[in-house]
């Protein structure tokens, strides 16, 4: 009896370390982009019966879709919640943005939604990724509604919700709309408003 006590902590305490080295390195990796060793270290911690905690997969899902291998990063969602780890806001937002910069909109927004149906906190970050998506295929409307809804019940917008809102109104021409598109006048905003260069006025 005394020695199953003494051999219990032993176990428990190699297993822990082995948890946080293997979590370092996973992290280590996919900071470096070095995705090959990423897999490989996830594959042996897997072996020893440990697994991911969401900070991992976080670190892994941010890597992939800002290298572009937006599949990939949903691959690991799904992996993730396999595992029982649930996703938090900034594993969505990483999944968004990679969404949002494959053009891939309508996807960036179905999740956008399926935070809210999973009562997962949709910050301002969230928020703004999703604009820079819809900035990536100049959608006004979408963007316009999105801003209307922050206005509403969302957080409020910030200087960098109307400096893109003011970049997809520029790649339209719509320079009226850049430097105040009346429902979303200066007043809104929490900082400074944001203006048009001449420049780009004179494009127009």
Same mark, same amino acid.
């Given at each position: %009896?005394?020695? $199953?006590?003494?051999?219990?902590?032993?176990?428990? $305490?190699?297993?822990?370390?082995?948890?946080?080295?293997?979590?370092?390195? #996973?992290? $280590?990796?996919?900071?470096?982009?070095?995705?090959?060793?990423?897999?490989?270290?996830?594959?042996? %911690?897997?072996? !020893?019966? /440990?697994?991911?905690?969401?900070?991992?997969?976080?670190?892994?899902?941010?890597?992939?879709?800002?290298?572009?291998?937006?599949?990939? &990063?949903?691959? /690991?969602?799904?992996?993730? @919640?396999?595992?029982?780890?649930?996703?938090?806001? #900034?594993?969505?937002?990483?999944? #968004?943005?990679?969404?949002?910069?494959?053009?891939?909109?309508?996807?960036?927004?179905?999740?956008?939604? @399926?935070? !809210?149906? !999973?009562?997962?906190?949709?910050?301002?970050?969230?928020?703004?990724?999703?604009?820079? &998506?819809?900035? !990536?295929?100049?959608?006004?409307?979408?963007? @316009?509604?999105?801003? /209307?809804?922050?206005?509403?019940?969302?957080?409020?917008?910030?200087?960098?919700?109307?400096?893109?809102?003011?970049?997809?109104? $520029?790649?339209?021409?719509?320079?009226?709309?850049?430097?105040?598109?009346?429902?979303? +006048?200066?007043? +809104?905003?929490?900082?400074?408003? #944001?203006?048009?260069?001449?420049?780009?006025?004179?494009?127009?």
């Amino acid at each position: %009896m005394v020695l $199953a006590v003494v051999i219990f902590p032993t176990r428990l $305490a190699y297993s822990l370390r082995c948890s946080f080295f293997s979590i370092s390195q #996973i992290n $280590a990796y996919a900071k470096a982009g070095d995705f090959d060793g990423a897999d490989r270290s996830l594959k042996l %911690m897997r072996s !020893k019966g /440990l697994k991911p905690n969401v900070v991992t997969y976080s670190s892994l899902i941010d890597a992939r879709a800002k290298r572009g291998e937006i599949n990939k &990063a949903l691959r /690991l969602r799904s992996d993730m @919640e396999e595992d029982g780890q649930l996703p938090n806001t #900034i594993t969505w937002n990483s999944l #968004i943005n990679g969404l949002g910069n494959a053009c891939r909109v309508d996807d960036a927004e179905k999740l956008f939604l @399926e935070m !809210k149906d !999973k009562n997962v906190s949709r910050t301002i970050d969230t928020y703004n990724t999703l604009l820079s &998506a819809y900035s !990536k295929v100049a959608d006004t409307g979408r963007a @316009e509604k999105l801003v /209307l809804e922050m206005n509403g019940s969302g957080p409020s917008p910030d200087t960098r919700s109307f400096s893109i809102l003011a970049s997809i109104y $520029a790649r339209n021409r719509d320079v009226a709309g850049a430097v105040g598109y009346p429902p979303f +006048s200066v007043h +809104s905003m929490r900082t400074e408003p #944001i203006y048009l260069s001449p420049s780009v006025q004179d494009r127009n």
